[in-house]
Each structure stands twice: as C-alpha cells, then as structure tokens.
C-alpha cells in the first residue's frame, strides 16, 4: 500500500481556535526571551500586557483593564509585584486624592520596549512567512473576531447590568 502523500497544509482540518491556542504562547516566549535580555526576567506573565501597553502608547491602567475586559480587582496583584519589582511606582493623583496615578520606572520602560521588541521580532518572521498583505489580513481577522466577542459579551449581559 502506498503512503498517502503529506498534505500542503498539514493543519487543514484543525479548527482555527485550536490553532490560535496552541500558538498562543509564541509573542509571549519572545517578549520573556527579549525581557530576561534586559535584565527584566521577572516581570510576571500578567504584567507583560500592562507594561507593554504604557509603554508603546501611554495607555492607563484604567483603558488597559477596559480593553482587555478584566476588573482591578483580577489585576491588583499584578501591580502590586510590578510595583515591588520596580517596573511601577504610583502616586495618589492630586486632583483626586482617592485615585493613584500609575507610571513606569525606568526599569518598566525598558522592560516594555523589550517586549515591543520581541513582539517586533515575531511580527518580522510572520511576515517574511506570509508577506505583509496576509500579515495585515491575519490582523484584521484578529480584530473582527475581537468585536464578535465584544457583541456576545454585550449580549450575554443580564439586563441592567
């Protein structure tokens, strides 16, 4: 009998969840990769999101929460070590003495321009695999099935919440 001849898409018929949770690991391996570079292996896995983003844009913890729909409470604990790890300091914001201002340390922001740095990395091999039009595609698609997610959260909302 003769061996069946290996598919030019060996993933074929593997649903694209499973595709996107067994590669989920991959901007993450490089951020830590790039991170422990700098002398900054210890950020813990839930910082990397937070440092990264104020990092590269500025963004608050407040729309850092919002955008990827967790609670403060869920991220405390994560500011807290960054805080004892000395990627964070915070302030008790003078407009409002019952709100705390978050900013990067030094030692924050070279951990997030690590990150962006291993995420450049991965998006660079991604691309030089695919070209940059289907990189761009991959990314839209990424972000239609973000909004779908966002729909199904608003609708799966009890009313008056």
């Not at 929460?65 to 500011?79: D, E, H, M, Y």
């Not at 407009?95 to 978050?102: A, G, M």
Request: proline share 5%; with cysteine.
């Amino acid at each position: 009998m003769t061996p069946k001849a290996p598919s030019p898409d060996p993933y074929r018929d593997v649903p694209l969840s499973a595709l996107l949770y067994v590669t989920r690991g991959t901007y993450t391996a490089a951020v830590r990769r790039a991170q422990a570079k700098v002398g900054c292996g210890d950020v813990p896995a839930a910082g990397e999101v937070l440092l990264n983003a104020m990092e590269w844009s500025g963004a608050s913890l407040d729309s850092v929460i919002r955008f990827l729909g967790i609670t403060k409470q869920a991220v405390s604990q994560t500011v807290e070590t960054l805080e004892a790890r000395g990627y964070l300091e915070s302030a008790r914001d003078p407009s409002d003495r019952r709100r705390v201002r978050l900013s990067l340390t030094d030692r924050g922001h070279a951990a997030g321009r690590a990150g962006r740095a291993g995420i450049d990395q991965v998006d660079r091999e991604l691309t030089a695999r695919v070209g940059a039009r289907r990189f761009a595609h991959a990314r839209e698609t990424l972000v239609a099935l973000l909004e779908i997610k966002r729909q199904h959260a608003r609708l799966d909302r009890p009313e008056g919440a």
